[in-house]
């Protein structure tokens, strides 16, 4: 059984291309999730990993946001 994934025209401002590969376009994960704003970087980077640019560098952007959000999570638990 083949996988048929829908790929919209490369809209830079839009939709990106290293957003909409797939079946559903990156920001649109994002927002039916409700993902605050660093989580919601570390699904971008996660997802245009490879599609856009340096894919380890994307990850590490993704880690470093996730880090962030760790990190702001501990200090309101130990409040």
């Keep these: 059984m083949a996988i048929v994934m829908n790929v919209m025209p490369d809209d830079p401002i839009n939709h990106?291309?290293?957003y909409t590969y797939g079946n559903i376009e990156t920001i649109d994960f994002i927002d039916d999730k409700n993902l605050n704003f660093c989580l919601g970087n570390v699904i971008k980077y996660v997802t245009r990993a490879g599609h856009k640019n340096d894919a380890l560098e994307d990850l590490k952007k993704a880690?470093?946001?996730l880090d962030h959000e760790i990190?702001?999570?501990e200090?309101?638990?130990n409040k």
């Design 16 to 18: 990106p291309a290293h």
């Design 63 to 65: 880690r470093w946001y």
């Design 71 to 73: 990190q702001i999570r």
């Design 75 to 77: 200090r309101m638990q």
